[in-house]
């Protein structure tokens, strides 16, 4: 059995390969399953990128100068205010088509493999794709209970990792919302299921020194059933929050990205079978 595999989504204004290089700063690669004591290897990441070309994002250049094209996941108009990214009711919840598309054609080239992807990771704009996954993969539970989850094989994640968040709301594929709108529920529970707070597991990583961290809270806050607070250690298998010294970028200390290794691979080997 080829070695599960976790989705990575970049930041707005990057691209596959700037954010597996921001990746590799981490000091154990953390998000490729190697922790400080065996650097073994013990999943598979794959790397995708936003459909939409843009400017390079914050923090991109001069590093990465030469590096384009750059791409984001949704649309530039929503380049925002801080005052029009607090509410929440002018912005769009809909996972592009083409994302869709990417996430699913990720999916079928890892069971084609002999592999399962079992997580998805984003970093910036991309935790909004992350969140919209996951509350997706919440509702397709939902829906399995009741016989209507069909066409949605592809959406079975089972935990997120989420790093310098985006505001919010979460991004969530039309085709789920589709799927709840003609699942034959009334609509009290349609619409419980499609307001629900995110009680998959998931990881958020804020930095201290990060000037979107607000942002970041307010996703965390709004879309996720989690006590916003940071804590020093997170139980596997839950929804918890770390704080670290470091700005809008992945962490980089040894100590930091061992406690994000140890929840992983905990919470992977504790979502077995689910």
């Not at 995708?48 to 791409?71: K, M, N, R």
């Not at 607090?86 to 999916?107: F, G, H, N």
């Not at 961290?213 to 965390?220: D, E, S």
Request: with cysteine; hydrophobic share 40%.
């Amino acid at each position: 059995m080829a070695k599960p595999t976790i989705l990575t989504f970049h930041g707005s204004g990057s691209n596959d390969t700037i954010h597996s290089l921001r990746r590799v700063f981490s000091i154990y690669l953390v998000f490729l399953g190697h922790t400080p004591m065996s650097k073994k290897k013990t999943s598979t990441n794959s790397m995708q990128t936003g459909p939409i070309e843009s400017a390079a994002g914050p923090g991109v250049l001069p590093f990465f100068d030469g590096c384009g094209p750059f791409y984001r996941w949704v649309p530039p108009s929503e380049a925002l205010s801080a005052a029009k990214m607090r509410d929440l009711s002018t912005l769009t919840t809909e996972l592009l088509p083409e994302v869709s598309s990417l996430v699913k054609s990720a999916v079928a080239n890892a069971k084609a493999r002999g592999s399962e992807v079992v997580g998805v990771i984003g970093f910036s704009q991309g935790t909004r794709v992350v969140a919209g996954l996951l509350k997706a993969a919440q509702i397709r539970r939902e829906l399995l209970k009741e016989g209507k989850a069909e066409g949605l094989e592809w959406c079975d994640f089972k935990f997120g990792v989420s790093v310098c968040s985006s505001f919010p709301p979460p991004l969530v594929p039309v085709e789920v919302v589709e799927a709840v709108k003609k699942c034959g529920l009334d609509e009290a529970r349609q619409k419980e299921m499609l307001e629900a707070k995110i009680t998959l597991p998931a990881i958020h990583m804020l930095g201290k020194q990060d000037e979107w961290r607000w942002a970041g809270k307010l996703l965390i806050e709004s879309a996720y059933e989690v006590e916003s607070e940071p804590k020093d250690e997170v139980e596997k298998g839950k929804n918890g929050v770390f704080e670290f010294v470091m700005g809008h970028h992945y962490p980089v200390q040894s100590e930091d990205t061992e406690k994000v290794a140890n929840w992983v691979i905990g919470t992977w080997e504790e979502t077995k079978g689910l």
